[in-house]
């Protein structure tokens, strides 16, 4: 589960205090309250393990998490996963108080970590996540001491029952691994912990990986303070050089290692001496990689002045790619937007633009017949180029349900019709409010979803512009170059109990708007809930039988046809397939 956290302005009040199990004050446990999309406000427990959270009006789930302590999180007031914990809600200035928790003692891993020749290696990070079901979002660490040895605690389990725990190992002098001496969490052994216990690992031999020394040197002699990163089984290791250009580099994973520096005042350069990653050198573990030179000319720089606008551009970034588009280099606008890309090599770039909180098209820097610019990155200083930001589009709206409330969290998603342009996605706010800026032209689908994260949580009915479940009814958007386009409001129908149907329709005719029945057919025409809600068309009614179609009911089937249509207008009259079925049979009769 990913926690985001957000400034909250404050109204209500959660507060109580966190005991271990035999009813000890558990200082410096973090308490967080989390709403319905994982936002949240979060504090700490005082020494007689009180806590006191404000939060606005809403609905919360409380947790508990000791970090530094052998006691398990929970859930308030017990459980052990985010869905099973009691929802708190919160109304005005309300307070909540006594909402106490009680955490039992979770189970420890205890070992010693050491090289191949049995030396203990110490400062070394050993971070521990679950991998079963009840574990799976624990997260606990420890650092091992000077003989070796550390202590993972606060692991949880069910009681009496063992569960699997994966194992990182980081340190500054070696490679991030895994127990079993591999570099790959697929392949890593896990050890297993149980609730209350501590279970001891003995010694973990460790990966020291390789020694990797060199220099950077230029045409003015060496190289002094530069970073130098070395790139090996999908981890860099990043060292500085001395004042002689000298670099040792400890830890590197074996593989084939790809190495390059960097400095402002000299051009990014990969070993040895090239604008791209075109070399590489293999290591082994235990092993040693020597004379790892890498030879930096003196930076070229692409200097600019972006036009088309008077505002603030201190928040536009700009990426320079070299011809091979295989390396790019960052830059940040000043207020004014100037800007220079440094530590380039000679030669042609082209430009990336970041503009879209600024108003202005995410896209390359083009010529005056859109084809993609091109900017010489020089030595000596040359006359800044222009880049021209180009005005994109703004749209924006609002989501509502039903009854007229905010659609808080849903999900905004722009698709283009033209495959060269890219999706782009928002989030509504609290007051259901969206919106998209820095938009291309174009034509684009429309469409609002929402992901519960709990059985019990609010849900919604996801919705295709301009406002209908049905996808085969959607219209296309139409996106003008530097536009304003706002009002895209849309009602999203509440469906609690996650079936993909509204409730309110649910209710209607009836069906069970507490349960999924989707792909139920109690009229049994072989459409679905689900279909006759997205047709908009009865669920209880059989379409066809006995309407005397072909015959065979004879003149009753209009007397019957004229009964079924005087009790369907009583009711409110969807646009169904019914109707279009009884019209053909109506006149066949």
Request: proline letters at 7%.
């Amino acid at each position: 589960m990913i926690w985001t956290w957000t400034s909250l302005s404050l109204a209500g009040t959660l507060s109580g205090r966190v005991t271990s199990w035999e009813g000890e004050p558990l200082p410096g446990v973090t308490v967080a309250a989390y709403d319905s999309r994982l936002a949240g406000v979060g504090g700490s427990t005082d020494e007689d393990g009180r806590f006191s959270l404000e939060v606005e009006p809403g609905r919360y789930r409380l947790r508990a998490f000791p970090e530094e302590l052998p006691e398990v999180e929970r859930f308030w007031p017990a459980a052990w996963r985010f869905c099973d914990g009691s929802v708190l809600v919160v109304e005005g200035d309300e307070r909540l108080a006594d909402l106490d928790f009680r955490l039992p003692q979770g189970g420890s891993l205890t070992g010693a970590l050491v090289d191949a020749g049995g030396l203990p290696l110490q400062d070394v990070e050993v971070s521990c996540r679950g991998v079963g079901e009840r574990s799976a979002q624990v997260r606990r660490g420890a650092l091992s001491d000077a003989g070796g040895r550390f202590v993972v605690q606060g692991l949880d389990s069910e009681p009496d029952r063992d569960e699997p725990y994966l194992c990182q190992l980081r340190g500054e002098h070696i490679p991030d691994q895994y127990p079993g001496g591999v570099t790959s969490s697929n392949e890593g052994l896990t050890w297993a912990a149980r609730l209350g216990s501590a279970t001891e690992i003995g010694d973990v031999e460790v990966l020291v990986g390789a020694r990797v020394e060199g220099a950077l040197d230029s045409e003015l002699g060496p190289v002094a303070g530069a970073s130098v990163h070395l790139y090996s089984s999908s981890q860099v290791r990043t060292v500085s050089s001395g004042e002689d250009g000298a670099f040792v580099a400890e830890g590197v994973p074996a593989g084939d290692v790809i190495g390059w520096g960097s400095l402002e005042g000299w051009s990014m350069t990969y070993y040895p001496d090239s604008p791209v990653p075109d070399a590489s050198e293999p290591v082994e573990e235990g092993g040693a990689l020597l004379d790892y030179d890498i030879w930096m000319p003196v930076e070229a720089t692409l200097r600019g002045q972006l036009t088309g606008s008077d505002q603030d551009l201190s928040g536009v970034t700009l990426l320079a790619w070299n011809e091979s588009f295989r390396v790019g280099v960052g830059a940040q606008a000043q207020a004014d937007g100037s800007f220079e890309v440094r530590r380039l090599h000679p030669g042609p770039h082209a430009l990336y633009v970041y503009a879209e909180a600024e108003g202005f098209r995410q896209d390359y820097a083009r010529d005056a017949s859109g084809d993609l610019a091109w900017f010489e990155a020089s030595v000596e200083p040359l006359e800044p180029v222009a880049v021209e930001l180009e005005p994109g589009a703004w749209v924006e709206g609002r989501i509502q349900d039903e009854a007229g409330l905010p659609v808080y969290g849903a999900s905004v998603s722009l698709l283009p019709t033209d495959e060269d342009l890219d999706p782009e996605v928002a989030v509504s706010d609290e007051d259901g409010r969206w919106s998209m800026d820095g938009l291309p032209a174009g034509e684009f689908r429309l469409e609002f979803g929402f992901t519960a994260y709990c059985p019990g949580d609010l849900d919604y009915v996801p919705i295709h512009w301009p406002g209908t479940p049905d996808a085969r009814e959607l219209e296309l958007l139409t996106v003008r170059a530097a536009s304003l386009r706002g009002g895209l409001d849309v009602v999203m129908p509440r469906d609690d109990d996650h079936d993909g149907m509204s409730d309110a329709w649910e209710r209607r005719w009836p069906l069970d708007d507490g349960r999924d029945d989707a792909a139920e057919d109690p009229d049994r025409d072989a459409a679905s809930n689900l279909a006759e809600y997205i047709d908009d068309t009865d669920p209880r009614e059989d379409l066809l039988e006995g309407c005397g179609c072909g015959g065979g009911a004879g003149g009753l089937a209009p007397a019957l046809l004229s009964l079924l249509l005087s009790r369907r207008r009583a009711r409110p009259a969807p646009r169904t397939r019914a109707h279009r079925a009884r019209r053909t049979c109506a006149g066949s009769s």
